[in-house]
């Protein structure tokens, strides 16, 4: 059963939603995309491989989501608040356990680009939002996944209208049947996220 901790950030509460395992090798931190939340699909499927790899779990709501507002905040007002609760988790819940922070889409841009001051000893990335769909001349967010130079993995929607992200010398890319929202290719998404994660050296 996850637990349920109140952050203050400088941008108001955010929540984490806390599952623990016993002896657990490490911990997973996930953010939520910028219009859902974190009930999405292929967040709990990863929460679920994360749990069976032996990693202690939290799913966080930004202030945004908990104020009630679908609307998301600026990327600095994201960055802000989810350095806040990874801090905050690192020192409490998840004390002395290598951290693995990631999300989806927005979350997963959240996570990349504070992969280094957060001190993540790995990256996951569900349905990265490589560029805006439809929109060619729009500048691509591919830099935000080649300054994580910890273990990444992303995984992608063969149908994903935000692209497809390559692989990188750090990076590697799983391809599975969907679009951006995953939501088809649960039992895909934990097995790929499992394996990883029990592949990595923390």
Known sequence: MARATTVQTPHGPARAYVERVPEPRGALLLGHGAGGGIAAPDLAAAARAARDAGFAVALVEQPYRVAGRRSPAPAAQL???????????????????????????????????????????????????????????????????????????????????????????????VVVAGDHSLRSSGTVTSAAVRGWLLGLRL
Not at 80 to 94: D, E, I, P, T, Y
Not at 110 to 131: M, N, Q
Not at 137 to 162: H, I, N, T, W, Y
């Open 79 to 173: 960055d802000a608040a989810w350095l806040a609760v990874v801090g905050r988790l690192a020192a409490r819940s998840f004390a002395g356990l290598p951290l693995v922070v990631g999300g989806r889409s927005s979350g997963a841009r959240v996570a990349c680009r504070t992969a280094a001051e957060s001190g993540a000893a790995a990256v996951l990335c569900l349905a990265f939002p490589l560029h805006p769909p439809g929109r060619p001349d729009a500048p691509s967010r591919q830099p935000e996944l080649d300054a994580v130079k910890v273990p990444m993995l992303v995984v992608q929607g063969d149908r994903d209208p935000f692209g497809l992200p390559p692989d990188g010398p750090a990076r590697t890319v």
